[in-house]
């Protein structure tokens, strides 16, 4: 059964922090589906993806290619991840089922803290999930690293 990871971002912008955590699911093996809600911001952290320094280099694609199924890393706007992912890692207030979180080794939850409906949408998640029986941690960057705040 997987667990939902909640990361509260208030010190460094989505771009930044996705890809550490990315680096970290793919570390430990896992295929990685980045789900947000719209395609242009997907089509942006694309860009933001393929800029960063050749030793960060993160190998990704965006859904809707003919070579889906093979990326290690795959952005999406849809709940299916055709590259047969077993992490999920939602974004931009993209919605997140109990059932998929269950099927998952890990679904990670990244909301961005300066937005309110970001951090309400967060925390209706938490309950939706915690009350449907899914193990769940929030973790919170404000003192310039990742520290466990709570767990459920």
Request: aromatic residues 8%; negative net charge; glycine residues 8%.
């Amino acid at each position: 059964m997987g667990a939902a990871y909640f990361y509260h971002l208030t010190q460094r912008p989505l771009e930044a922090a996705l890809p550490v955590l990315i680096d970290r699911a793919l570390g430990q093996g896992w295929r990685v589906a980045v789900r947000g809600t719209d395609p242009a911001r997907m089509d942006w952290l694309d860009r933001k993806l393929w800029l960063g320094p050749d030793e960060q280099f993160l190998p990704h694609g965006l859904a809707g290619g003919p070579h889906d199924a093979d990326q290690p890393v795959l952005l999406t706007c849809k709940a299916e991840a055709p590259n047969a992912a077993t992490c999920l890692m939602a974004i931009d207030n993209a919605d997140v089922t109990p059932d998929e979180t269950k099927a998952l080794e890990r679904v990670c939850i990244l909301f961005d803290g300066g937005n309110d409906q970001a951090v309400e949408q967060a925390r209706a998640q938490w309950r939706t999930l915690t009350d449907a029986g899914v193990s769940a941690q929030y973790w919170s960057e404000e003192s310039g690293r990742w520290e466990k705040k709570a767990e459920r």
